[in-house]
């Protein structure tokens, strides 16, 4: 054997695991790909997962080689590092994509190989039609992307705030810090072309006065009736178009937007022009 093979396995639920495979096969991007167990099927222009007994999923490609040379305890984290980009790009190309996470790697080298486990997997079954792969410029769009979360932490932890639990304060905090990168306060964030002034004037407004908003409750507006601001589905739905105009800007194209599940959608975020 020449070249050391390193094999990250991953977990997550049984879409998303094959969301990822579907837009990191072999030669997609340099480094790293994604092999599953998982089969699948079109379902149109999407893709279904259609056979679940075997899951065994897992990242391997020379971008995982540091594995090999960490200490025990760091294995794990950087791990992660390394499938991070990847989570990122699938979380921004399938709105209900959630991150797939390291659960051991093993790795294979001239004179022997080892193992190192980080967690354990829990069965899942699908629920979903998946989106990730609906469209070729999906495919097209995913190398720059991904370098540029590999090389700017700030784009892979927004592409994780959109995966994760809807927060007030982390959807703040990652607008603040975006207006930020380009050097303008949250409210002139409109100016640089990645929000519509009228969902971020919601969104703060929502933001600072919600019940369980950034802010504790002395500070909020009481007198503002609940029902009239945005929620937190609408919220995370106008984050992710700010995410999304953000690396279009930075990485050039336009990424297919896809919108979160629920109902209609207030402050313009249902008008398919709108930022």
């Not at 990168?181 to 409109?190: A, C, F, I, S």
Request: some cysteine; proline content about 7%.
């Amino acid at each position: 054997m020449s070249e050391p093979v390193v094999k990250i396995r991953v977990h997550g639920h049984v879409d998303d695991l094959y969301a990822l495979s579907l837009l990191f096969p072999e030669g997609v991007y340099p480094d790293l790909h994604v092999v599953t167990a998982i089969e699948g099927t079109k379902d149109g222009v999407l893709d279904r997962v259609k056979n679940t007994d075997h899951q065994e999923t897992h990242v391997t490609g020379p971008g995982c080689l540091p594995v090999i040379g960490a200490r025990f305890l760091e294995r794990g984290w950087i791990a992660r590092e390394i499938i991070a980009p990847l989570n990122g790009y699938a979380t921004l190309a399938d709105s209900n994509f959630k991150p797939v996470v390291p659960v051991s790697a093993s790795w294979q080298v001239k004179g022997g190989g080892g193992e190192a486990v980080f967690g354990s997997p829990v069965p899942n079954r699908p629920t979903r039609a998946i989106t990730a792969n609906r469209h070729v410029s999906l495919r097209e769009l995913l190398p720059k992307r991904v370098t540029f979360m590999s090389e700017n932490p700030m784009a892979a932890y927004a592409a994780s705030v959109l995966a994760g639990q809807p927060s007030w304060s982390e959807y703040y905090r990652l607008l603040e810090d975006i207006a930020g990168h380009h050097g303008t306060p949250l409210d002139k964030l409109p100016e640089t072309g990645l929000a519509q002034r009228q969902a971020l004037k919601a969104f703060t407004m929502a933001a600072n006065n919600r019940a369980f908003g950034r802010h504790g409750m002395s500070k909020r507006n009481a007198n503002l009736a609940q029902d009239e601001l945005m929620n937190l589905l609408e919220a995370r739905e106008f984050v992710r178009r700010v995410v999304s105009a953000w690396l279009d800007a930075e990485c050039g194209g336009l990424m297919p937007r896809d919108r979160v599940d629920g109902g209609p959608l207030r402050f313009g975020l249902d008008d398919p022009g709108a930022s």
